[in-house]
């Protein structure tokens, strides 16, 4: 259990909803990425806790759409919020990671990658993990 105690987000549409179909509201329309309730349930087997980040959680409707859709693919219960929480780990298809060593210009080519036509979230092919952010538990920014 390499990750107890650590918290991993994990981005909804793109990582763990496919969102093939873009934005068709509130509720999700496509299947899951496949592999992806593997990944969660790994995450958790390595004792981590894994919190659902996503915009459509800005709203109580589509937080409960996001919770209906992981129960009726068989995803575990998970926490769902529209806020960066701590974490160890982000996990999200549009994720630009800065590296001290590689500096800013490595960032300005994945900025540019993402930008490409054919990544507006219909087709994503770029995955990162980014750098966990130092926010502390509790705080009005990170309530969970």
Request: with cysteine; net charge positive.
């Amino acid at each position: 259990m390499r990750l107890r105690g650590g918290t991993v987000a994990v981005d909804f549409d793109g990582v763990l909803h496919a969102y093939v179909s873009g934005w068709t509201g509130p509720v999700p329309a496509d299947s899951p990425e496949p592999g992806a309730l593997e990944f969660v349930r790994w995450l958790q087997s390595e004792g981590a806790t894994v919190v659902v980040l996503s915009t459509r959680a800005r709203t109580r409707t589509g937080a409960r759409a996001i919770r209906r859709w992981l129960a009726d693919h068989g995803f575990p219960p998970l926490k769902v919020t529209d806020r960066k929480v701590n974490a160890v780990a982000y996990v999200d298809d549009r994720a630009v990671p800065y590296q001290p060593a590689d500096g800013w210009p490595a960032c300005r080519s994945h900025v540019l990658r993402l930008a490409e036509p054919g990544m507006d979230g219909a087709s994503r092919s770029v995955f990162a993990v980014s750098a966990p952010v130092a926010e502390e538990k509790g705080t009005k920014r990170n309530p969970i």
